[in-house]
């Protein structure tokens, strides 16, 4: 369930070409994970699957932090995937596309007639994120009642109390919304809890042993919890699994991940067209998946974020390449890990991160941070960030997410490594920009 909006981006587009051998550096890649655990850089594990076959795994970290016990991550631990979920749902929905029993152009006032525009939105809408349905995790309240048990009803009546953003097919806006619906529409046809047609439709299907609807965090199955670095990994609160249903409740693992993107791309879930809908980009978005661009090459996954798990999962079918990643710690950039496993497996120039301190690092005393307190927003974006202190070191807090550190880098300038985010403050003239993925966003302090 994406709802951190540091999470959001998946790799960056490459332009030029370079020759890749099939027989890549193990050895190296191997060495970015090992620095990541050494630098307290990331926790989590990564998969690589090729032509159905796993040539690549590997954990750091630790599933389980506490006073009395570190419990180490291992290959078969298991992690919330968030917004990966939704791939999953997406699969069922087409399968129930392909039994007759469903059409893309079956509006939504045929199984929740009270919902704000339910004449007018498709199954296609809700799929490709076009229906205008308001994201009901970009709410300032959503932190504060994410970890209590909700009902479907309570969670309708959630989604209804707002008006549409805007009009089916106007525009395409990502919104969690359309997947809660999606998996409810699933369990309403077909009469069955959406854990039970997950398990009936896809896991028993293709041997996914460790996939299932999650609950709350159970170490002694394997299960992980999900941690911040501040000045030392601090667990994460859990959002009740009540609530992302079909947009991002689902427990898996790395290798399973590949097994079901390999199954899926293999016409094993869905069939020939079904599978070429989802695929089919309209502004940007798929119909439960993401085209992802590296250098010459072109990728179909999804990717996810929930509580402190970030997670992602693509699949090269001109390479017969799946690659999961899922993570339940992150304090670098998941981009640039991505970059660095790809880059490492395709054979092209990269070099691995040494995490020296930087020279433009700076320390500053808590009464100089005080110009930069404050509640900024933008017209550019729907979030509202206060920024705080605690003593040296400056947080920032977006709309509905937890709070993050920031690291001064330059007079005015900080940055969050693990989303890569950079904040640029003007105190003079009360304003912030916040840069991301290449994309800036100006904010204004509130009076």
Same mark, same amino acid.
């Given at each position: 369930?994406?709802?951190?909006?540091?999470?959001?981006?998946?790799?960056?587009?490459?332009?030029?070409?370079?020759?890749?051998?099939?027989?890549?550096?193990?050895?190296?890649?191997?060495?970015?994970?090992?620095?990541?655990?050494?630098?307290?850089?990331?926790?989590?594990?990564?998969?690589?699957?090729?032509?159905?076959?796993?040539?690549?795994?590997?954990?750091?970290?630790?599933?389980?932090?506490?006073?009395?016990?570190?419990?180490?991550?291992?290959?078969?631990?298991?992690?919330?995937?968030?917004?990966?979920?939704?791939?999953?749902?997406?699969?069922?929905?087409?399968?129930?596309?392909? $039994?007759?029993?469903? +059409?893309?152009?079956?509006?939504?006032?045929? /199984?929740?007639? @009270?919902?704000?525009?339910?004449? &007018? %939105? !498709?199954?296609?809408?809700?799929?490709?994120?076009?229906?205008?349905?308001?994201?009901?995790?970009?709410?300032?309240?959503?932190?504060?009642?994410?970890?209590?048990?909700?009902?479907?009803?309570?969670?309708?009546?959630?989604?209804?109390?707002?008006?549409?953003?805007? $009009?089916?097919?106007? +525009?395409?806006?990502?919104?969690?919304?359309? /997947?809660?619906? @999606?998996?409810?529409?699933?369990? &309403? %046809? !077909?009469?069955?809890?959406?854990?039970?047609?997950?398990?009936?439709?896809?896991?028993?299907?293709?041997?996914?042993?460790?996939?299932?609807?999650?609950?709350?965090?159970?170490?002694?199955?394997?299960?992980?919890?999900?941690?911040?670095?501040?000045?030392?990994?601090?667990?994460?609160?859990?959002?009740?699994?009540?609530?992302?249903?079909?947009?991002?409740?689902?427990?898996?693992?790395?290798?399973?991940?590949?097994?079901?993107?390999?199954?899926?791309?293999?016409?094993?879930?869905?069939?020939?067209?079904?599978?070429?809908?989802?695929?089919?980009?309209?502004?940007?978005?798929?119909?439960?998946?993401?085209?992802?661009?590296?250098?010459?090459?072109?990728?179909?996954?999804?990717?996810?974020?929930?509580?402190?798990?970030?997670?992602?999962?693509?699949?090269?079918?001109?390479?017969?390449?799946?690659?999961?990643?899922?993570?339940?710690?992150?304090?670098?950039?998941?981009?640039?890990?991505?970059?660095?496993?790809?880059?490492?497996?395709?054979?092209?120039?990269?070099?691995?991160?040494?995490?020296?301190?930087?020279?433009?690092?700076?320390?500053?005393?808590?009464?100089?941070?005080?110009?930069?307190?404050?509640?900024?927003?933008?017209?550019?974006?729907?979030?509202?960030?206060?920024?705080?202190?605690?003593?040296?070191?400056?947080?920032?807090?977006?709309?509905?997410?937890?709070?993050?550190?920031?690291?001064?880098?330059?007079?005015?300038?900080?940055?969050?490594?693990?989303?890569?985010?950079?904040?640029?403050?003007?105190?003079?003239?009360?304003?912030?920009?916040?840069?991301?993925?290449?994309?800036?966003?100006?904010?204004?302090?509130?009076?």
């Amino acid at each position: 369930m994406s709802i951190r909006f540091y999470t959001l981006l998946f790799l960056a587009v490459l332009s030029y070409t370079t020759i890749y051998s099939q027989n890549f550096n193990r050895a190296k890649l191997d060495s970015l994970f090992d620095i990541l655990a050494k630098k307290d850089k990331a926790m989590g594990s990564l998969t690589l699957s090729k032509n159905g076959k796993v040539i690549y795994s590997r954990a750091i970290g630790y599933s389980l932090i506490s006073d009395k016990e570190k419990k180490a991550s291992t290959v078969f631990t298991k992690y919330r995937i968030g917004s990966i979920s939704k791939m999953f749902t997406a699969t069922m929905i087409f399968q129930l596309i392909d $039994e007759g029993k469903l +059409k893309l152009s079956t509006t939504l006032d045929q /199984y929740f007639p @009270l919902l704000p525009n339910a004449k &007018k %939105i !498709t199954i296609a809408n809700l799929l490709n994120h076009h229906s205008g349905l308001h994201n009901f995790t970009d709410e300032p309240d959503y932190s504060e009642w994410m970890t209590q048990s909700k009902t479907q009803n309570e969670m309708l009546a959630i989604i209804a109390k707002h008006k549409v953003d805007f $009009e089916p097919n106007e +525009k395409a806006a990502y919104s969690n919304s359309n /997947y809660i619906v @999606l998996g409810y529409i699933i369990e &309403k %046809i !077909t009469q069955q809890a959406y854990a039970k047609n997950l398990s009936e439709r896809i896991t028993s299907k293709t041997g996914l042993s460790n996939t299932y609807y999650g609950a709350k965090t159970n170490p002694a199955n394997n299960e992980s919890f999900s941690f911040q670095y501040i000045t030392s990994w601090l667990q994460r609160p859990e959002t009740d699994m009540s609530i992302p249903g079909g947009a991002g409740a689902i427990v898996a693992t790395p290798s399973d991940l590949c097994k079901f993107i390999e199954a899926l791309f293999s016409f094993k879930l869905v069939s020939e067209k079904s599978l070429s809908q989802m695929k089919t980009i309209s502004d940007g978005m798929g119909m439960g998946m993401f085209q992802v661009p590296f250098y010459n090459k072109k990728a179909y996954g999804h990717n996810g974020g929930i509580d402190g798990f970030v997670s992602n999962l693509v699949y090269f079918p001109e390479d017969s390449l799946a690659m999961a990643y899922c993570s339940n710690g992150q304090n670098y950039s998941m981009n640039n890990i991505l970059l660095g496993v790809l880059s490492i497996y395709f054979n092209k120039d990269y070099s691995i991160p040494t995490f020296e301190a930087s020279a433009i690092a700076l320390s500053l005393k808590t009464e100089e941070l005080d110009p930069y307190l404050g509640v900024y927003s933008s017209t550019q974006i729907p979030l509202k960030i206060t920024v705080t202190k605690d003593k040296t070191t400056l947080f920032a807090q977006a709309t509905g997410q937890s709070a993050f550190p920031l690291e001064a880098t330059e007079k005015d300038k900080f940055k969050f490594e693990a989303a890569g985010i950079k904040m640029e403050f003007n105190p003079e003239k009360n304003e912030m920009t916040l840069k991301q993925g290449g994309v800036s966003y100006l904010f204004t302090k509130n009076k």
